[in-house]
């Protein structure tokens, strides 16, 4: 709802509803009932107005106003509740609120102002109680599922967060969102066989549901189920073969744990994209590994400019200068600081003076006070006159 219909014609149906059910205006000597009434409702209307427009020193005197004219409006309780609890003023927001939900016990909208300042308060189950009632009634709406699953997770109450996921999976059916949720919630309570029953269910009823695959063999790699794991990701590969979600999945959960050969033999897979190859060189752990994954990739003309300027950096700290360079001179434009730094080194010691030249005079107008710089300076001026 926007922020104009809510002040608005929400205000004015409370109004409605309010006036409809109070027995009488309560009036002022020299006027009549529909004197009272045209005037509560100017009022009324006013408020609202001063209200949207941020005025709350006038929106509370109408509201007041509206009161004095009939003490049992509830729609001006409600307003002045909602008034004071934008101010931060809770404990008069909470006064104003009970007073609309004693008069109008089944509203939805008081016994949310109410659930909101009973939490704000601190008075936390009286705040769960009001919105478990109001989702008891009005399943369908989704804002209440999320509020009580916020309470339930501040008050660490797992079982009820694990009850109410299933209560909106019920109501609404299953998803990967929901299903993500409940299997989380079931994990860290330690239940593990019934987050597998899940993805189990969710695969046997769609067996396309590549989160699904990517979910269990989660579980499975997390409860160091080995055998499982191969089985399950054997499956997913029949299923969805060239699945991007399934085969990044595959390399975290049982690719990267192989040995170096059965790595390069995935990398030497002309059925592999590019961005999964990729993939493994920023997944792969291992001084070894990565090496062989990066030579791999720069050599077949797959690396991006981050691969190839990582693994020159690393070459020249190993001082392998002129096969630096030669990574270096693979990638268009060196922006950064720290690679250009690198790349001004490896120049210098593999005697390219002339390129080191151009190098340094880059770094020179991008840190003219630099210390370091005018060292490197030095050092290529005695280089150049050995």
């Known amino acids: 709802m926007s922020r104009v219909a809510k002040y608005l014609l929400l205000p004015c149906v409370l109004l409605f509803l309010s006036c409809g059910g109070s027995k009488s205006i309560t009036t002022i000597p020299s006027t009549t009932p529909d004197l009272d009434a045209e005037r509560l409702n100017r009022y009324y209307i006013n408020a609202v107005s001063a209200k949207v427009k941020e005025d709350y020193p006038t929106a509370k005197e109408l509201f007041n106003k509206c009161l004095k004219l009939d003490k049992n409006n509830a729609a001006s309780h409600y307003q002045l509740a909602d008034v004071y609890k934008i101010l931060s003023n809770y404990d008069s927001a909470l006064s104003y609120a009970k007073n609309a939900l004693e008069l109008e016990p089944k509203n939805k909208w008081y016994r949310e102002i109410n659930g909101d300042l009973y939490w704000i308060t601190r008075d936390r189950p009286k705040a769960i109680l009001l919105y478990e009632g109001l989702l008891e009634e009005f399943p369908e709406t989704r804002a209440y599922y999320s509020r009580l699953q916020e309470f339930y997770n501040r008050e660490k109450n797992t079982d009820k967060e ?16 929901r299903i993500s949720k ?104 291992g001084k070894d590994k990565k090496k062989a994954v990066a030579k791999y990739l720069i050599v077949n003309n797959l690396a991006s400019d981050d691969v190839i300027l990582n693994e020159a950096v690393y070459l020249e700290k190993q001082g392998k200068y002129k096969e630096a360079v030669s990574y270096f001179e693979k990638v268009a434009y060196i922006s950064s600081d720290g690679p250009l730094e690198s790349y001004f080194i490896a120049l210098l010691a593999a005697g390219e003076l002339l390129k080191a030249e151009e190098v340094l005079e880059r770094l020179e107008e991008m840190f003219p006070f630099s210390n370091s710089i005018k060292s490197y300076r030095d050092q290529l001026n005695n280089a150049k006159n050995k």
Request: no cysteine; aromatic share 12%; glycine share 4%.
């Open 162 to 177: 694990i009850e109410l996921v299933k209560k909106e999976i019920a109501y609404f059916g299953s998803n990967n969102k």
């Open 182 to 285: 409940l299997s989380n919630l079931l994990l860290s309570q330690g239940k593990n066989e019934e987050a597998k029953a899940l993805w189990l269910k969710e695969i046997k009823e769609n067996p396309l549901n590549d989160t699904a695959y990517e979910k269990l063999g989660r579980i499975y790699f997390f409860g160091k189920e080995q055998e499982k794991l191969e089985t399950h990701y054997k499956e997913a590969f029949e299923k969805l073969p060239y699945n991007s979600k399934i085969t990044k999945a595959y390399i975290e959960h049982v690719l990267l744990a192989k040995p170096l050969n059965a790595i390069m033999q995935f990398m030497a897979d002309d059925s592999q994209p590019k961005e999964v190859k990729l993939f493994v060189y920023e997944r792969v752990n």
